[in-house]
């Protein structure tokens, strides 16, 4: 073409875009090979699942970042007409049409180095909460306790509050509350309390554990509420712990005749 311009064909080099193909699928394997070698290791490895899961985070960032890169170069001709070109046609491209792209790529590394949660962490997202399980080049992924995948682009972690419950630890404080009616025997209810949580083979005994008692207002009627709170051995076992701690304290509440709270009722009599 005249006047010293390109034509955005001539950039493209036909032979090499094959082999760009090819890097690009060698690229998707090696990445499926690490993940799969992950969760084997994980499994057999349990009480370092976490740092196997960071590590391999970090190696799947870079094998995609490198093959990205050697597929672009083996496709494109970066003679100095074609960087003039690159320069002028890409920086509209990305900066229009891959603005939101670029941006999640980036904030996936400004996460693998500021690491505000890491992977394997149990966290809360815009109401949203569950477990990180991967974080990519565009988006994290988060698989919630009733089992549900979500994705959220990597962006979105730099301008909104995240919380993690356990920050790259396998244990992680867990908290719930039982309610009992204000004439209940509390210190009676507070150590069967105790009791299910010491006998859980879910609690994590090597930090500190609690029960506080507090009088609330559950549901517009006055009870006493009992907070317990105790670490859970692995955050896998987080539900597990939950239902294995619930079921004993009802059943030590039936079997001492703690009751719930109840609603009191009166009538206006006759008129």
């Known amino acids: 073409m005249g006047n010293g311009s390109v034509n955005v064909f001539e ?33 057999q490895f349990a009480d370092r699942r976490l740092k196997i899961n960071q590590t391999s985070t970090l190696f799947r960032f870079v094998i995609w970042f490198v093959g990205l890169l050697l597929a672009t170069l083996l496709s494109v001709r970066l003679s100095d007409e074609a960087v003039l070109a690159l320069t002028g046609t890409a920086a509209v491209t990305i900066g229009f049409a891959l603005k939101d792209l670029a941006s999640s790529v980036l ?3 400004i996460i693998l180095v500021d690491r505000p949660f890491q992977v394997g962490d149990r966290v809360t997202f815009a109401g949203i909460y569950g477990e990180v399980r991967e974080i990519g080049l565009r ?6 306790l009733d089992d549900n995948v979500v994705t959220i682009p990597n962006n979105k972690f730099l301008t909104d509050v995240v919380s993690s ?8 404080l867990v908290q719930m509350d039982f309610y009992i009616g204000l004439d209940a025997d509390v210190s009676r209810a507070k150590e069967l309390v105790g009791e299910a949580i010491t006998t859980s083979r879910f ?9 506080l008692v507090n009088a609330v207002v559950h549901e517009n009627y006055l009870a006493v509420r009992l907070r317990a709170k105790v670490y859970v051995l692995d955050v896998q076992y987080e539900m597990a712990l939950q239902t294995d701690v619930t079921e004993r304290v009802l059943m030590s509440f039936r079997k001492h005749e703690i009751h719930p709270p109840v609603i009191l009722t009166r009538s206006a009599g006759p008129a």
């Open 11 to 43: 950039l493209i080099n036909l032979p090499g875009v094959a082999s760009g193909i090819l890097v690009i699928l060698v690229t998707w394997l090696l990445v499926s090979f690490v993940s799969s070698l992950t969760r084997r290791l994980g499994q």
């Open 107 to 109: 904030a996936g590394i």
């Open 139 to 144: 988006s994290v992924r988060l698989i919630t």
């Open 165 to 172: 419950g356990n920050w790259g630890s396998l244990d992680m």
């Open 203 to 211: 609690a994590y005994m090597e930090k500190p554990w609690t029960v």
